[in-house]
């Protein structure tokens, strides 16, 4: 049961363009969703989260983007850099519940 | 310590043996979370502990799983007689969230088993 779906399992873009992954949910009760970058061998760390009251908000070169009523949120990168190489994962949750999506590997090339 | 600890990092065991997985989690937070990152899989949640309430065990895979939390602090995860299917990075989190305020989990490094 996915409630969350990142369908593009690899995205690579070159150094100063914009990065925008993106990310589907089906469960209307999720009210948070994160967005978390995992670097081999280390675990997820946190990046930037957006509240279901939101459509948008932005922290340096990283902005998430909400549609609430396509069920759909992105993260964009600019400019992408070649450290922000790296497997993005998105989540989403209500309450307690906190679901991931499979993740998509970003790829900056210098 | 700062961060979320994990042990072992690795783990490599035989077909049918057990294994115990350790978390210590970043002090004070009260919420601990595992889940496991399969080959090519994205996160799968397994439990949830929040300070004294019954755990969320909805995640489990099966009956050979089972994870316990000893005094709000530490926790392991058990994994009976594996299978090789079991491989998988097993990831620990934890958070200072309480009832529905969220906040973002502070993951460790993960063990990753291997099952030969």
């Known amino acids: 049961d996915q409630q969350v779906k990142q369908n593009s399992p690899s995205l690579s873009v070159q150094e100063g363009r914009i990065s925008i992954l993106n990310c589907d949910y089906t469960?209307?009760?999720?009210?948070?969703f994160l967005w978390y970058k995992k670097y081999p061998a280390e675990g997820p760390t946190f990046l930037i989260s957006?509240?279901?009251?939101?459509d948008k908000n932005e922290d340096g070169r990283f902005t998430v983007f909400l549609n609430k009523s396509a069920k759909h949120l992105s993260l964009h990168i600019v400019p992408s850099q070649p450290g922000d190489s790296a497997v993005y994962f998105c989540a989403a949750s209500y309450g307690n519940d906190m679901r991931f999506g499979a993740g998509t590997r970003l790829t900056v090339k210098p | 310590g700062a961060g979320v600890s994990q042990s072992p990092s690795n783990k490599v065991t035989e077909k049918g043996k057990d294994v115990e997985l350790r978390c210590d989690p970043i002090s004070g937070h009260t919420a601990l979370y595992w889940y496991r990152q399969s080959l090519g899989q994205g996160l799968e949640f397994l439990i949830y502990f929040q300070g004294n309430s019954a755990p969320d065990k909805s995640g489990l895979p099966s009956d050979r799983f089972s994870a316990e939390r000893t005094g709000g602090s530490v926790s392991t995860l058990t994994i009976q007689r594996t299978q090789q299917e079991d491989s998988a990075v097993y990831l620990c989190?934890?958070?200072?969230?309480?009832?529905?305020?969220?906040?973002?989990?502070?993951f460790g490094n993960g063990t990753r088993l291997t099952v030969t």
């Open positions: 989190a934890s958070s200072s969230h309480t009832g529905s305020y969220n906040s973002p989990l502070h």
């Open positions: 469960n209307s009760m999720f009210d948070y």
């Open positions: 957006i509240s279901s009251i939101k």
